[in-house]
Nanobody, 129 residues
């Protein structure tokens, strides 16, 4: 069973940058679709950046498009989320999630919470001056 651990969260000023990492163990990352999600207090969990293992395609929410970049390093079994030009509204707990490619019927990146069945414990990102 794939196991995911996020790191890299913290406190950053508006306009700053953070890089989140998701370390995977117990499986080959090349066979999993990966998504980054976030959940702010009182709000539902939402997908922000996702990447397909089938064709390498990515998907971003409109709120982060142009500011966030998702990437993967199979050699290190790691998926990263580079977050630039951070805003106060980006404050949330960020989660890394995975789903086996053999269960997916589309080559395109998936970015809905219901698409994923393996979750990390989350890392807090706070954007504040």
């Amino acid at each position: 069973q794939l196991h995911l651990v996020e790191s890299g969260g913290g406190l950053v000023r508006p306009g700053g940058s953070l890089r989140l990492s998701c370390a995977a163990s117990g499986g080959n990352l090349a066979f999993y679709y990966i998504g980054w999600f976030r959940q702010a207090p009182g709000k539902e969990r939402e997908g922000v950046a996702c990447i397909s293992s089938a064709d390498g395609s990515t998907s971003y929410s409109d709120s982060v498009k142009g500011r966030f970049t998702v990437s993967r390093d199979y050699a290190k079994s790691m998926v990263s989320l580079q977050m630039n030009s951070l805003k106060a509204e980006d404050t949330a707990v960020y989660y890394c999630a995975a789903v086996g490619s053999w269960t997916v019927s589309t080559p395109q990146a998936l970015c809905a919470v219901a698409d994923y069945d393996i979750w990390g414990q989350g890392t807090q990102v706070t954007v504040s001056s």
